[in-house]
């Protein structure tokens, strides 16, 4: 779990630091993915265990976007305040490909 209890946020309740939180997602997102889950249990997992609130809000809305039945990548470019277009981009050629690995690369760059 993570505590940002001291971090300024933006309008839309994320850290200013967005890069780091990102990175802390991709990370989570993959170990959840290469375990196993499925993109809407993994998603679940960090929505649930994370304690920054613009995350989980942000997760929250991505997770039932894509339990709509949107496509990982759509869900993601509706909060492009978090996701960039490279990573949104990134994602949707995962999602035509090995997701996995794309997630994976994502999480350490």
């Given at each position: 779990?993570?505590?940002?209890?001291?971090?300024?946020?933006?309008?839309?309740?994320?850290?200013?630091?967005?890069?780091?939180?990102?990175?802390?997602?991709?990370?989570?997102?993959a170990?959840?993915i290469?375990?196993?889950?499925?993109?809407?249990?993994?998603?679940?997992?960090?929505?649930?265990?994370?304690?920054?609130?613009?995350?989980?809000?942000?997760?929250?809305?991505?997770?039932?976007?894509?339990?709509?039945?949107?496509?990982?990548?759509?869900?993601?470019?509706?909060?492009?305040?978090?996701?960039?277009?490279?990573?949104?981009?990134?994602?949707?050629?995962?999602?035509?490909?090995?997701?996995?690995?794309?997630?994976?690369?994502?999480?350490?760059?």
């Open positions: 779990m993570h505590d940002d209890s001291a971090v300024a946020h933006d309008q839309n309740g994320l850290p200013h630091n967005n890069k780091t939180l990102l990175k802390q997602f991709s990370q989570q997102f170990d959840l290469d375990n196993g889950n499925s993109i809407v249990h993994s998603l679940f997992e960090i929505e649930h265990e994370h304690r920054d609130l613009g995350l989980k809000r942000v997760v929250r809305s991505v997770r039932s976007d894509v339990e709509l039945g949107a496509n990982l990548a759509d869900a993601m470019a509706k909060h492009n305040h978090f996701f960039s277009d490279y990573y949104i981009q990134q994602v949707r050629e995962g999602e035509k490909g090995d997701l996995r690995v794309v997630i994976r690369r994502l999480s350490s760059s």
